[in-house]
T-cell receptor, first 113, second 108 residues
């Protein structure tokens, strides 16, 4: 059974803290993505990666960075968390070619106090 | 840029048929996808249309008209478990741009 896992289901951090969200996929997918989901706004792409050590900005990259040192792992980093980064964060992966079917992890609900 | 429009909420009764429309404005269009998300769950892939026409998968069908920048998801024989949010998404070369989602409420 294919799987995308995320390191935490719930996370509470304080303003100014550095936050790491980890995502691992076991499908040997080239592409990996980080989204945030907020009520009424749908899923918005933060960053994506199409290969190891490669990264591309999505629609809302400000305040975030990413790291992809291994093909199966994609990390989202909040250098200095702020309250407006309180959100649900979803990781996804897909094959490079084809219909872009993305497989999502269960999400991390991050609260920044 | 890319933008998608879909209704925010649709209600229907068990056994009925419901259609969720999606219009889009985009550059670099490769296809239109649909995803389902139950409350508290992860989005899951339902369908993908790269060409004009209707694609059928069981009770669900999806339609695309590239000339009209329009598509829809058709759900037949609605069941209570179909209550969820449904997102249309435009495929670029590697990425998806999602609409804001349609919450479908199925009542007995």
């Amino acid at each position: 059974d294919v799987k995308v896992t995320q390191s935490s289901r719930y996370l509470v951090k304080r303003t100014g803290e550095k936050v790491f969200l980890e995502c691992v996929q076991d499908m040997d997918h080239e592409n990996m993505f980080w989204y945030r989901q907020d009520p009424g706004l749908g899923l918005r792409l933060i960053y994506f990666s199409y290969d190891v050590k490669m990264k591309e900005k999505g629609d809302i990259p400000e305040g975030y960075s990413v790291s992809r040192e291994k093909k199966e792992r994609f990390s989202l980093i909040l250098e200095s968390a702020s309250t407006n980064q309180t959100s649900m964060y979803l990781c996804a992966s897909s094959l490079r070619q084809g219909r872009n079917e993305q497989f999502f992890g269960p999400g991390t609900r991050l609260t920044v106090l | 840029g890319q933008s998608l429009e879909q209704p925010s909420e649709v209600t229907a009764v068990e056994g009925a048929i419901v259609q969720i429309n999606c219009t889009y404005q985009t550059s670099g269009f490769y296809g239109l996808s649909w995803y389902q998300q139950h409350d508290g769950g992860a989005p899951t892939f339902l369908s993908y249309n790269a060409l004009d026409g209707l694609e059928e998968t069981g009770r669900f069908s999806s339609f695309l008209s590239r000339s009209d920048s329009y598509g829809y998801l058709l759900l037949q024989e609605l069941q209570m478990k179909d209550s969820a949010s449904y997102f249309c998404a435009v495929s670029g070369y590697s990425t998806l741009t999602f609409g804001k989602g349609t919450m479908l409420l199925v009542s007995p």
